[in-house]
């Protein structure tokens, strides 16, 4: 079936500005995961969701980022008053359940200028 | 903060050659993977080597995995220049649930 699906696949914006980046798991798939990956490094670990229950939110750098899977399957991840730091590409990830295979999405590059 | 680190940052190799790239890590695991990136197809999932496996071979690919050293090597044959990509290593600590801790990857380049 289809696969991980991200929206929207590049994003710019003001200092300051707020951003929401989705993200369409695979069907069924019970475990979603939003990793950051800034250039030239490897992904880091944000927050990770078990159906709508959000188990671990330890990676998420500071109270401007919030998620949420309100209905267990689309997940959102919010950047409020975004700053230059945050410029990253933004994956998500889903997994049948937390222990499997997690398969990524294309990502989401957000540029702040 | 990176956990995995792998080794080297950068290989360039002709096309049929083999390529070798290492990965160490620093507390117990569950299990470590190896990820291919590229600009054309994203992050994807190449192989699984469980903490009670030592050898894994998927294809082209064969995976070690030596838990007393804290490091694993991803082995590539007879490469391709489709092969080209960044590799990452990626591990599930024992305590710590089920994210995925990366390193900073080794980045390929195969030409023909």
């Known amino acids: 079936g289809a696969g991980v699906s991200q929206s929207p696949r590049y994003k710019v914006a003001k200092r300051g500005q707020d951003v929401a980046l989705r993200c369409d798991p695979i069907?069924?798939?019970?475990?979603l995961f939003w990793y950051q990956q800034a250039l030239g490094q490897g992904p880091e670990f944000l927050t990770y969701?078990?159906?709508?229950?959000?188990?671990?939110k330890s990676g998420l750098p500071s109270d401007r980022f919030f998620a949420e899977r309100p209905e267990g399957s689309v997940s959102t991840l919010k950047i409020q008053r975004t700053q230059q730091e945050d410029s990253a590409v933004y994956l998500c990830?889903?997994?049948?359940?937390?222990?499997?295979?997690?398969?990524f999405g294309p990502g989401t590059r957000l540029t702040v200028l | 903060s990176q956990q995995g680190e792998e080794d080297p940052q950068a290989l360039s190799i002709q096309e049929g050659e083999n390529a070798t790239m290492n990965c160490s890590y620093k507390t117990s695991i569950n299990n470590l993977q190896w990820y291919r990136q590229n600009s054309g197809r994203g992050l994807v999932h190449l192989i699984l080597i469980r903490s009670n496996e030592r050898e894994k071979h998927s294809g082209r690919l064969r995976v070690t995995l030596d838990t007393s050293k804290k490091s694993s090597s991803l082995l590539i044959t007879a490469s391709r220049a489709a092969d080209t990509a960044s590799y990452f290593c990626a591990t599930t600590f024992s305590n710590s649930g089920y994210a995925l801790n990366f390193g900073k990857g080794t980045s390929l380049l195969v030409t023909p």
């Open positions: 969701f078990q159906n709508e229950a959000q188990l671990d």
């Open positions: 069907s069924g798939h019970v475990s």
């Open positions: 990830a889903s997994s049948r359940l937390g222990v499997d295979t997690q398969y």
